[in-house]
């Protein structure tokens, strides 16, 4: 069989793997009906800063079963009204800081969606996984060469909530048979912004907070000051902020008129170059 045979094949079992593994998985039309589901706003219940706890399996394929455990700050934001989003991951673990970005993009036509992931280790694009939701499920499927063999790639997003979400990555080296998970992660919604991954969360400030706040400043202006006497003993003063201010506004005023006041001799402009000597 050669190399362009052995990739149709393969081809093909992404697509028979899509349709058999799950009665929800992503096919392009509601059971029973001809009318395409538009999924284009899909994510939107992700936009937003979320708390990631993931874990990665070290040597996928292998047999291996030691797991890394990170944690991080995921953050998501909507581009074109929805139809595409950038997903931002930061997260510190055993073996050092890692920074992932997935720009995701919706297609009107298949109505499907593609995922595109990026490390930042290396700045490359991943081939995509490609797939939609049913029912409350996002199934996600590509082929990739890992450790020089092609390998089928399945990503999963499941128990979505308003504040919480579960992500899920396997391989198959059988096209298809079985599937080993090798990466994991659980995210929880940040109820308000972070400092430390700089998003910006636009709060506008409640109905009649300025006018209270304008009050509260105008009745301590009016209020007498309090000061000490001579024996200690706290006193208060006929004076109050409103007065002082009143007073160094005049004072202010009568300072400035007396700088403008023409004096004895030639007034030089602060503009004019001074007169040679």
């Known amino acids: 069989m050669s190399r362009t045979d052995r990739g149709l094949l393969a081809a093909v079992l992404v697509s028979s793997c899509v349709f058999a593994q799950s009665p929800n998985a ?16 899909d994510f939107d219940f992700e936009i937003g800063v979320w708390k990631t ?8 394929l292998t047999g291996s079963t030691t797991w890394v455990a990170y944690e991080g700050t995921t953050v998501v934001r909507k581009v074109w009204n929805g139809r595409a989003n950038l997903v931002e991951l930061r997260a510190d673990g055993p073996e050092g800081h890692f920074e992932g970005l ?21 700045g490359r694009m991943s081939p995509p996984t490609i797939g939609e939701f049913r029912s409350g499920r996002g199934e ?24 919480s979400c579960r992500f ?7 096209g298809g048979k079985g599937w080993e998970v090798n990466w994991i992660a659980t995210d ?61 506004a005049h ?4 300072f400035s008129k007396a700088l403008n006041r023409p004096t004895t001799g030639t007034r030089v402009s602060a503009a004019a170059p001074p007169a040679s000597s």
């Open 26 to 41: 992503p096919g392009g039309r509601a059971s029973g009906s001809s009318v395409e589901r538009d999924g284009s706003h």
């Open 53 to 60: 706890r993931l874990r990665r399996l070290v040597h996928p």
């Open 102 to 122: 997935n720009l995701r993009l919706y297609d009107p036509g298949s109505h499907q969606w593609s995922l595109n992931f990026a490390d930042a280790r290396d």
């Open 140 to 163: 996600f499927y590509d082929q990739e060469t890992f450790g020089g063999r092609t390998v089928l790639v399945r990503f999963v997003i499941s128990d979505i909530t308003s504040d």
């Open 168 to 174: 899920e990555q396997a391989f198959s080296g059988d």
């Open 188 to 248: 929880t919604r940040v109820k308000s912004e972070s400092k430390n991954t700089g998003a910006y969360v636009d709060r506008q400030p409640r109905a009649g907070t300025l006018s209270r706040v304008e009050g509260r400043l105008s009745r301590r202006e009016d209020r007498p000051l309090r000061g000490m006497d001579g024996a200690g003993r706290p006193v208060r003063s006929r004076l109050t902020r409103s007065d002082i201010t009143r007073d160094s």
């Open 251 to 254: 004072r202010g005023d009568r």
